[in-house]
Nanobody, 121 residues
Framework: QVQLVESGGGLVQAGGSLTLSCVAS????????MGWYRQAPGKQREMVAL???????NYADSVKGRFTISRDNAKNMVSLQMNSLKPEDTAVYYC???????????????WGQGTQVTVSS
């Protein structure tokens, strides 16, 4: 089995910072892209930031310049540094990873359970 476990969510005032972390564990041969998504109440889940195994990144326009995604391939970990947080960043944040469980298996997307981020005005 593969598990993605997130940590680091919480309540913060507008303008503050939070760092989210996610560790993948279990039967893993390799991990391709990793990323963070979020879903606010009444809205669809949206991509926040993605990072390839080689370190190339992609951000949603709404978070560019404020959020930074990074990963540690040795630890199967991805992090999201969130600065200058706004009330509209309030959402449940989900970690995602495209994982190959064996060298012969097709890669599959796995998701964490989500962590709540609340930004007060």
């Amino acid at each position: 089995q593969v598990q993605l476990v997130e940590s680091g969510g919480g309540l913060v005032q507008a303008g503050g910072s939070l760092t989210l972390s996610c560790v993948a564990s279990g039967s893993i041969s390799s991990i391709n892209a990793m990323g963070w998504y979020r879903q606010a109440p009444g809205k669809q889940r949206e991509m926040v930031a993605l990072i390839t195994r080689g370190g190339s990144t992609n951000y949603a326009d709404s978070v560019k310049g404020r959020f930074t995604i990074s990963r540690d391939n040795a630890k199967n970990m991805v992090s999201l540094q969130m600065n200058s947080l706004k009330p509209e960043d309030t959402a449940v944040y989900y970690c995602s990873a495209n994982i190959r469980r064996t060298i012969w298996a097709l890669p599959v997307d796995y998701w964490g359970q989500g962590t709540q981020v609340t930004v007060s005005s």
